[in-house]
């Protein structure tokens, strides 16, 4: 196989558009596409910056026919995250906001539907008896809203980092 067709299939197999690949490679997309059709060869500079993005030898790009080389699904989520970052943090803030709206309604509901009976307003319906620790629905309400508030958590993190990711690509 051609050194184009094997930068091809590795950048297929990473996951990368042209224009990903160039911006890691500092060439233009056209550049790419030109090493890919086999009409340019890349420098020397760009084949070590191919070889470490694709952790292969030079040697194995420019001679060798390159065997597929399936990312295991830990590599494929990592990947789809990273490209995936942003839509990824607004997911978990709607998400997040969703459950923990949920959580906090189903508490009020849990809380007015377990109150004491009282039919007289006296605020202790049955003399001495008082009402101490929590059922199972308070216990899953809870639960609930301590989800939903990690999952917001979690959004806004990955949109914190993504907007420093932005900046940092800007510069």
């Not at 494929?76 to 990273?82: H, L, R, S, V």
């Not at 508490?107 to 539907?113: A, G, T, V, Y």
Request: glycine share 8%.
């Amino acid at each position: 196989m051609s050194l184009g067709k094997n930068i091809y299939q590795l950048r297929k197999e990473k996951g990368l558009s042209q224009e990903e690949l160039a911006y890691q490679c500092n060439v233009t997309r056209q550049t790419i596409s030109k090493w890919e059709a086999d009409e340019v060869m890349p420098d020397t500079s760009n084949l070590i910056t191919l070889s470490k993005l694709f952790d292969r030898t030079i040697d194995d790009l420019i001679n060798n026919t390159i065997t597929s080389q399936k990312p295991d699904m830990f590599e494929k989520t990592i990947n789809m995250i990273k490209k995936h970052w942003m839509k990824g943090g607004y997911y978990l803030c709607f998400q997040g906001g969703i459950v923990t709206l949920f959580g906090f309604v189903t508490k009020i509901i849990l809380n007015e539907f377990f109150k004491p009976f009282d039919p007289f307003g006296t605020g202790d319906p049955f003399g001495q008896m008082k009402i101490t620790g929590q059922n199972i629905f308070n216990i899953f309400a809870n639960f609930i809203l301590i989800i939903g508030i990690v999952m917001l958590i979690g959004g806004i993190i990955l949109l914190i980092f993504d907007r420093k990711k932005q900046k940092g690509n800007k510069i």
